[in-house]
Every structure is written in structure tokens, then in C-alpha cells.
């Protein structure tokens, strides 16, 4: 056997195995633990991680949130048996005996969370604080399971094994081996065929650490074919924890996802998703994903296509400070007349940094496959820096593909015809920011959603220090 | 009244190559001032020093505007002071919607005025009696600034603009260049609504045919730099027939 990593240790000393679970989820759980220590963390000498420092993430251990199936007491020993991290024991907020944010969330409807954090229409909505269900709908419509991953696997275990892939124990994606070992809870969203969904389904997350904990949180999205359903996932807190979500993904013949992930954690906290999508024949898939928050963010996307299937990814990210993001979106044409789109667009001001790496692989018999990749970024600051690479790996010979990248600053001809025109400076600078990552936007289809997201994006304009209040030269003589 | 007053203005561009070596101009309310010149000679230069364009030094002059000093204001102040430029080439921004953005033009002169704000409804209200007598397709108010205009209707949206922003002195860069024969009118017709006694204009063009709708009270040569010769609307008379070769080298 491999020698484990040191950084690893810690996480394999938080393993218990939860004697309630049945033996394939234990047994899963164990190889996967076992995959992640011989692995350890990412290292930036790997071509995937390179543009990723994970020094927040190994600068401490993050004790991971125990799963709702084991007791109080349980839960201490669990905790205790993390030393890594210092003063890890109570790191968090217990979740069953005091769920202070989740006291004051209405279970579904219209009703408002704080700050704006759900939808304000009817959805079908979970609410998850420190990665475990607080409420969940009670009105689904036939053909529909949506329901935590904890009670799924006691309910429904057929469904419940499909949140687990193979991938886990194979150690090449780590996080997603650590989150397969050590996943509290989650959500299952599993829709017979031809069943549709009336209003979205709405995945809020609420972390409150009071020091470094981890929250896993394992998912699965499984329309079958000819389903319909739109997802959208909103991850908030407050401290510095770490998120560690996985999203397993199918979609059956003919069915259609739409993936929204909106990320607006703490600015001290980590981010790191994966979804893993497997698309069946003439499937659809539409992914966007809008980052705002977190110290240090990743997005995996990891798409393989069938026959005539279509995915978009896309997404915007809007960062400040010292904050941290990379979207990896690996696509695989493994099928013939498949389709892809993304569409990227970042903002980064003052120290961020952002990285794309877009991966599109097309295989010899992937043939009429159509592939675009766009990714734009704009700094706003000479400190803000972007990486991207994008990589097309082409086998077949009857493919359109392209791919393009830009990095800008503000256009200085359409400020003065703003300004020229009696709109100032830092608001003309926001009205262009704001242009900027509208086609991404755009791409979502859904009204609300889109309209949900801009205003986000404009909250996080509103705080946004211009350039004019910092340095006051381009005020001066013309 | 004395609205703009240009004293030997010296102004360079990067790189260090003067483009305006002394001009002078006084501009009273009241007044439409026409200027012609050739290629290059610097007219776009003047209009965008008295609109705030960034990338110009002033090395020597100065320019007062309603008693302040022009060239110390940001381009917003000036907007805000009544000042407007229809640019030579308008400018395509995506993603920002033309109506959006000329309300947000609108209220920002309203707010610099101490003005309340208008609501949609009355913004819509004002739209709809601007556009009638400009004859512009409400679909092009609905599309991003200027993106995917036709040349002419860039020229006709900047009209459309100053129309609802009612400035004081309105300088008008080749407003008329590229239009045909209708939308040269609609345009004229949109300055000289707008003319009156405490207002002035100053209008760039190449064509004697604008003057024709819109007759100035005074017509300036522009040649490398300099005003070589003013005079009444005559003088474009004169240069439409012997063109600029006459008055070259006057300076
Ligand atoms: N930013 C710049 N850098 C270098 N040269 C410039 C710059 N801006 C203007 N010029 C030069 O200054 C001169 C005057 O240009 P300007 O645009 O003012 O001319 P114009 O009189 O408006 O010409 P036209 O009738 O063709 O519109 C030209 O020779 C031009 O190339
Ligand atoms: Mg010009």
C-alpha cells in the first residue's frame, strides 16, 4: 500500500464509518478514503492545478460536518478525532439541536430569505445549513423524487448509488474521493421519463462556521429520458469553511437540464464543485455558473456527450480583493453530432485572479461534432491577473471547432461617450461592467433567473470602488 | 453674452504632435457658428478638447464656458453644464440599452440640476414626442447603443439624444455627413428646434447643404490647426466653389 499524505491525515483520522449506512455506501466510502490518502491534495505541478493555489485549503484542517444519522455524542468523538486543526471540535454550528439561520427559512413558496438569497418565486426548494436538509418540499408533483441524500439512501438506494461513480476510487479527482468518503448529506433529484418539472428546483446552502469545518456535500441530478428540469444551487455562509460539493449528472434521451449554480460564499471561505454530467443520446445540458464569493473558488465541469447531445457551460465571475477562482470545464465528444458552447466572462479588480481552463476532446468517431469556446475577461486593475487555457483536442476530421480568448480593460471610447453624455465616471464604469458579462447572462433562458442573477451582479457593482475615487487623475484636464 | 470663449488654444496629442496651434472663437447664445475645413485639419480635435476626450494636452490658452474654466471640468460636469457633443463616429456599446442609457443620461443632468428625476412614465412620454418629428423606429431605441445602427441612424440617434437632452451649446461633428437627402432634413430640423436665444451651436461640416437648412450666423475655415478666415454665410458659398486650396496657406 501507498504511503498517505500528510496533508490527507487529518481527514482520514475524521472518518468514522456510520454502522446505520447500508454496506455498499461503507464500503464505497472506505475505498474512496483510501484512493484520496495515497492521492493527497492537488499539487500545482499537475497541468489541471496549476493555476490553483491551494494554500488556504492546506493551511489548515477543515473538520468535516458529521452526517445527521449519528448521535450527539458521536458527533464529539468525531470531531475530537480531527487534531489537524487545532481548536477543530464545535468548528461548527451543530446542526440538528440549533438551527438558528434555518429557524427563520419559510420551507417553500415566495416567502424571502435574507439578503436575497432565493429565487422570490415558487420553487421547489431545499434548505441545507452546514450541508444538512433543514426543509425540503412536500408537493411534488408524480414522477418526481427530490429528497436529501441521506434519506435517499435509506428510501431509495437504487437512486441513491447513482450519486457515486467509480471515479471516486480511482483518486484522480481528490476532492471528489474525500467528498465520496466523507459526504454528509446532499440532495437526489431523479425524474421518471417524460416527467417535467413546473417550477425550478431551488438548492440553498447556508454555512455557518465559527472556525475551519468542511461541508460535503454529495449530489444527483437523473432525469430520464425525455424529463425536463431546471436546478439552480446557491451556496452562502458566513466564517471560513470549506465547501466541498459533488453533482453527479444524467440525462437521459432526449431530456433537458438546466444547472445554475450561483456561488456567493463568504469571502474567507473555500469553494470548491464538481458536476460530472453523462448525457444520453439528443440529451441537453445548459450549465451556468455565476462566482462572487469565496476566498479561493473552483468550478470542475466535466461533461462526456452521446449522440447528437448539446451542452452549454458558461458562466461569469465577478472578484475583488484577493479572491481566487478556476473554472475547469472538460468536455468529451465521445459521440458523433454532439455540440458544445461556453461562454465565460470575468471581471477582476485589484488583486483577483481568475483561470478557464477549457478542455474540449473530440474522439475519432466524433464526427459533425460542433464545438465553440469563448472566454473573456476583463481587469480592472493593473494587480488582477487571468490565466487561460484553452486546449482542443481534435481526433476526428469532420468537426467545427473554435475557440477564442480576450483580456481587456474598460473601452475607453464607450466611457467618454457615456460620460459625455452627463452619466459619471464610476457609474458609466458600472454600466459597462455590467454590459460586459451580459451575454453570459443571457444565456440563461429562464426570466427570473436571469433577472435574479443580474441582481446579484449589480449588488456586487453597487459595492464596487471605481477607479475614480482611487486615483483621482482622469478627472483632470483634457 | 459671451457662452464660450476659446483664447488661443494650443492642443496636442500623444506623442507630442500639436493638432490646434492657436485657435480663438467666441461663441455668443443666441448664435450658430459653422466650421469647415479639410481632412485632418483639426476639427474633431476642437470638438473633442471642448467635450473632455481624454489624450489631449493644452499647452497654451484657454477655453471659458458660461464663465468657468471648460478645461478644468470632467466630461460629465460639462454634459451637465449643457454642453453636447454628437459625435463624428458614435461610439457601439454593447449590452447597454439605448433607452436605459439616455435615461440615465437624462437623470443625470436632472439630478445636476436640482431637478427631480423622471419616471418611466414621463420619460416615455418625452421619448415619444422627440421621436415623432425625428421619424425614428421605436425597435432602435430597444437595441444596445448604437450597436448595429446603419450610419445614418447613428447620426440620427445622436440628434435623437441632444433633442432630449437640451443643451446649451451643441457641437455637432459631421452630424450631416452620411445622410441622405430626408434624414438631412429630419436632422436640421431637429438644431434649429433647438434654437433659441440663450442656447448656441457650433456645427463641424464639409457641406455647404446643411447651411442651407440650418443657416449660420457666422462660417469659420479651419486649416492645420488655425481658423484662417471667418465670415458669414457666404463664405461657404465661396469655398463650395473654389474649395480649400485658396485659403491653405492664408495662415
Ligand atoms: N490621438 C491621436 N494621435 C495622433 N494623431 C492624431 C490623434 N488624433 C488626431 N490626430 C491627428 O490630428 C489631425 C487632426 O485630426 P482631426 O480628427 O481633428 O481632423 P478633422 O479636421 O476632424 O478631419 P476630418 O474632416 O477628416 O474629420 C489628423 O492629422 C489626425 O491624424
Ligand atoms: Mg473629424
Redesign the pocket.
Known sequence: MSAIKTEAAPYLDAFRANASEPAWLVDHRRAALTAFGERGFPSRREEAWRFTNLRPLTAHAFAPIPSPSIGEGRNAERQRGISGGGDAGGAITPTRSQPSAARALPHQGGGKLGAEIDLGVPTYRLVFLNGILQSGPTDLPKGAWLASTARTIAERPDLAKQALDPSDLAGGQPFASLNAALFADGFVLALEPGATLDRPVEIIHIAEAVSAASIHSRNAILLSAGAKATVIETYSGKGAYWTNAVTEVAVGAGAALVHIQLQDEDRRAIHLAMARAKLAKGASYRNFGLTLGANLSRRDVQIALGEGASCAVNGAYLLRGEQDTTNAIFIDHAAPGATTRELFKGVLDERAHGAFLGTIAVRQDAQKTDAQQTSRTLLLSDRAAIDTKPELDILADDVKCSHGAAVGDLDKDMLFYLRARGIGADEARRLLIEAFVLDAIETVEDMRIREHLSSRVRRWLGSFETHASRAPQDEGRA | MSLLNIDNLHAS???G?E?LKGISLEVKAGEVHAIM????????????VLAGRE??TVSQGSVTYDGRDLLAMSPEDRARAGIFLAF?YPVEIPGVNNMYFLRMALNALHRARGEPELDAGQFLKTVRAKLKFLEIEDDLLQRAVNVGFSGGEKKRNEIFQMAMLEPRLAIL??TDSGLDIDALRLVANGINRLRAPDRAAIM?T?YQRLLDYVEPDFVHV?SE?RIVRSGDKSLAAELEKYGYAAFGDAA
Request: cysteine-free; proline content about 4%.
Open positions: 496629442v500623444e506623442g504632435r493638432i475645413g479639410p481632412n485632418g485639419s483639426g476639427k474633431s480635435t476642437l470638438a473633442g489624450g489631449y463624428q461633428d459631421e463641424i464639409h479651419l490647426g
